[in-house]
T-cell receptor, first 111, second 113 residues
Framework: DAKTTQPTSMDCAEGRAANLPCNHS???????VYWYRQIHSQGPQYIIH???NNETNEMASLIITEDRKSSTLILPHATLRDTAVYYC????????????FGSGTRLLVRP | NAGVTQTPKFRVLKTGQSMTLLCAQD?????MYWYRQDPGMGLRLIHY???????AKGEVPDGYNVSRLKKQNFLLGLESAAPSQTSVYFC????????????FGSGTRLTVV
């Protein structure tokens, strides 16, 4: 599975958009980009995933560059409850569907 | 609908003791996974299962054994606990038909003294 690079930490103001970048320059054609978050010490929560098209759901938007070497997770109106560690994961869709986590980005939403 | 349930939630073991962590899911998921998370770090995959009766090693399998005798349960065993196994253990399950998103349990906090 391709390796990802994320900033260690970021912050944003409550009510503003949070844009979390992820580099995955060695991604292969059959690998998807997944985003999860972990609030405090809870179990990680699935946010969104995509292959090459931009995706949007009720939680966030995922923007993947045309060459697929990087992506951005967008939380359109961040709240204090969005303070968490965000993990960008690249995963090959093989028979195991296993996820390999990196160290993620710690997002702090400021009041 | 309980999702993924882990028992116990907390446990303190003495070095050399054994124990089994239970993960149960009620979503009929084929895939199940055990992770550990050390303080300030990301999750690391210990073992996983792609179906009833199957298991496979992840990134950090040493010192652990697993079994998947029933589709809904995935057991993680520590035969002889060591202080290095002090960690929070998370179980997750997934179905190939849900877009690959995992459902995680709330974790088991294990301390080995």
């Amino acid at each position: 599975d391709a390796k990802t690079t994320q900033p260690t930490s970021m912050d944003c103001a409550e009510g503003r958009a949070a844009n979390l970048p992820c580099n995955h320059s060695t991604i292969s054609g059959n690998e998807y980009v997944y985003w999860y978050r972990q609030i405090h010490s809870q179990g990680p929560q699935y946010i969104i995933h995509g292959l090459k098209n931009n995706e949007t759901n009720e939680m966030a938007s995922l923007i993947i560059t045309e060459d697929r070497k990087s992506s951005t997770l967008i939380l359109p109106h961040a709240t204090l409850r969005d303070t968490a560690v965000y993990y960008c994961i690249v995963r090959r869709e093989d028979s195991s569907y296993k996820l390999i986590f990196g160290s993620g980005t710690r997002l702090l939403v400021r009041p | 609908n309980a999702g993924v349930t882990q028992t116990p939630k907390f446990r303190v073991l003495k070095t050399g003791q054994s124990m089994t962590l239970l993960c149960a899911q009620d979503m009929n998921h084929e895939y199940m996974y055990w992770y550990r998370q050390d303080p300030g770090m990301g999750l690391r995959l210990i073992h996983y299962s792609v179906g009833e009766g199957t298991t496979a090693k992840g990134e950090v399998p040493d010192g652990y054994n697993v079994s998947r005798l029933k589709k809904q349960n995935f057991l993680l065993g520590l035969e002889s606990a060591a202080p290095s196994q002090t960690s929070v253990y998370f179980c997750a399950s997934s179905s190939a038909w849900q877009g690959g998103g995992y459902t995680f349990g709330s974790g088991t906090r294990l301390t080995v003294v």
